[in-house]
């Protein structure tokens, strides 16, 4: 790849394309190396999930509105985008999240680390346990550990805390953001840090009091608690089911101790940012690639040779077909799109991907927002919001008080509230017209809030195959995907459906990305990255 310059695609244009066409691009600048980058996007717009609406004096977040603050490549990218200042913790004052249990909201109890209780007094205060529920539970520091490996969420829970902990308070903490299936998710793609601590000293009680006796190194974050620790509705996913914890104030005030962070003018002025950074990339939406092929380098391209055989470690070009029926060729390509998307564009390159990619299930779901005068809500709206166990048998899964947690998603005399329909198994809403889903909404939201109010705003969003399911043997699949992809040098899987569904597992999916192929094409190193 010498004597000219290289040229990589980036295929997909939401917050992993993006963040990997940004990197491309500064990092070729910082080194003094020539390259050309495009980036593709089928839909007419950037930022994927990524989507804010301001109207009105709100600021509605269509998909994620936040980030996990622990989690640091979001935040440092804002920062590096000279957006640090607009990064916004959540309000200190309204962090408590609520669970429906029987009709009623019951405060996540005090005293829980997920959901063990590490205070039993604080724990027994609770109504949202039966006595026997919580004598299960507090039996967690005496149940033998499991054996190593994955298994199902429902399957971990209810052998360390027992059935009433996993129907009434973990199956809606821990699988909300994937908007999935305790009884199909996997513990070690998921949560793995919790097998982990369980595989360590027996138990989570155990670990988490040697953490606060002994710091990090005792595997849990002193102070750690389930109404701390992101409990709040569909907390921290880059998908549409993702919602943070409170906010209000500047970067630094309270901050610390925030378990999210959002952006003042919602998470759009990220991908506007990056967007107008990307000065030295070719950037197109509304194109769709439909074929990528890859031929030896040095070799002329013939339609329809895709294949370039099993063992192939040598630098290829690729060639991309588009919609409009042009086609023009590439070093290296960065696959930023779905799974299954991802199939249909790899498999005539590296067939025995295919199976792994489709066997990632995706779930629908929709967000519904509703604004209102805050003077016609009786509610007081007094935490983050609340999430809704399957045995509740209702329509919306979480209700996020928006405006309770971001000062900046409504004025004063405003109220925002943002509600989740659709999770796997639960896909009937999909079928709603938009009107029969707010009267759906407003028809819950009375009966547990006793909202009457007409709202000055709604807005329905769908979310199509939005939600990628790590089930059990996910990480497994993966490997099999970067396997199959170690034979085909100059192509990289990356974002939500593998490493991570966050804001900022995409983020760090797509800065990785950029860098391995960056020492692929300037010749470094020819092993193929894989699947970042």
């Given at each position: 790849m010498t004597g000219r310059r290289p040229h990589v695609a980036v295929i997909g244009g939401g917050i992993t394309g993006l963040t990997a066409a940004y990197f491309l691009q500064e990092t070729a600048r910082e080194q003094g190396r020539p390259l050309s980058v495009s980036l593709l996007e089928a839909s007419d717009r950037l930022g994927g999930k990524i989507l804010t609406e301001r109207v009105d004096g709100f600021c509605i977040e269509a998909g994620p509105d936040s980030f996990l603050a622990r989690k640091p490549w979001a935040r440092q990218l804002a920062e590096r985008l000279g957006l640090g200042q607009e990064l916004v913790p959540t309000d200190p004052r309204h962090r408590r999240t609520y669970i429906l249990h029987g009709g009623r909201l019951h405060p996540i109890p005090e005293g829980l680390f997920m959901f063990v209780p590490v205070d039993l007094g604080a724990f027994l205060r609770t109504r949202l346990f039966s006595p026997l529920g919580k004598a299960r539970m507090a039996l967690e520091p005496f149940i033998p550990k499991g054996p190593a490996g994955d298994e199902t969420i429902a399957r971990f829970v209810t052998r360390r805390a027992g059935r009433e902990a996993l129907e009434r308070?973990?199956?809606?903490?821990?699988?909300?953001?994937?908007?999935?299936?305790?009884?199909?998710?996997?513990?070690?793609?998921?949560?793995?840090?919790?097998?982990?601590?369980?595989?360590?000293?027996?138990?989570?009680?155990?670990?988490?009091?040697?953490?606060r006796s002994g710091g990090a190194a005792g595997g849990a974050r002193p102070g750690a608690k389930a109404s701390g620790t992101g409990a709040g509705p569909k907390a921290g996913a880059a998908g549409p089911g993702a919602n943070g914890a409170a906010g209000g104030g500047g970067a630094n005030a309270g901050a610390g101790d925030s378990a999210f962070l959002a952006l003042r003018g919602g998470l759009a002025t990220l991908v506007e940012t990056l967007t107008q950074r990307l000065d030295g990339v070719s950037v197109r939406t509304g194109i769709r690639v439909t074929e990528i092929a890859a031929h030896p380098a040095g070799q002329p391209f013939a339609p329809g040779a895709g294949h370039i055989g099993e063992t192939a470690l040598a630098p290829a070009i690729y060639s991309l077909t588009l919609s409009d029926g042009t086609r023009f060729q590439a070093d290296a390509v960065i696959v930023a799109v779905p799974a299954y998307v991802a199939a249909q564009l790899i498999g005539p390159i590296c067939p025995e991907a295919v199976p792994h990619l489709q066997a990632i299930r995706f779930v629908s779901t929709i967000t519904c927002v509703l604004g209102f005068d805050r003077a016609s809500v009786q509610h007081p709206l007094?935490?983050?919001?609340?999430?809704?166990?399957?045995?509740?048998?209702?329509?919306?899964?979480?209700?996020?008080?928006?405006?309770?947690?971001?000062?900046?998603?409504?004025?004063?005399?405003?109220?925002?509230?943002?509600?989740?329909?659709?999770?796997?198994?639960?896909?009937?809403?999909?079928?709603?017209?938009?009107?029969?889903?707010?009267?759906?909404?407003?028809?819950?939201?009375?009966?547990?809030?006793?909202?009457?109010?007409?709202?000055?705003?709604?807005?329905?969003?769908?979310?199509e195959r939005a939600m990628p399911q790590y089930e059990v043997g996910h990480r497994e699949r993966v490997a099999a995907i970067e396997g199959s992809l170690a034979r085909h040098p100059g192509l990289i899987l990356a974002g939500a459906s593998y490493h991570g569904v966050g804001v900022p597992d995409c983020i760090r999916q797509g800065q990785d990305a950029a860098e391995r192929i960056l020492s692929y094409v300037f010749g470094k190193g020819r092993q193929h990255p894989g699947v970042e």
């Open positions: 308070l973990a199956e809606p903490l821990l699988t909300g953001i994937y908007s999935g299936r305790a009884d199909r998710l996997g513990i070690m793609s998921t949560f793995p840090q919790l097998k982990e601590m369980e595989q360590r000293t027996g138990s989570l009680v155990k670990s988490f009091l040697a953490g007094d935490g983050s919001g609340f999430l809704v166990p399957r045995r509740e048998g209702r329509c919306i899964t979480a209700c996020t008080w928006v405006s309770s947690k971001w000062a900046h998603a409504a004025k004063p005399d405003q109220a925002l509230i943002r509600c989740y329909l659709g999770r796997d198994g639960e896909q009937e809403a999909l079928g709603w017209s938009d009107e029969e889903v707010a009267v759906a909404v407003r028809r819950e939201l009375k009966e547990l809030m006793g909202i009457t109010a007409e709202p000055r705003l709604a807005r329905v969003y769908r979310w």
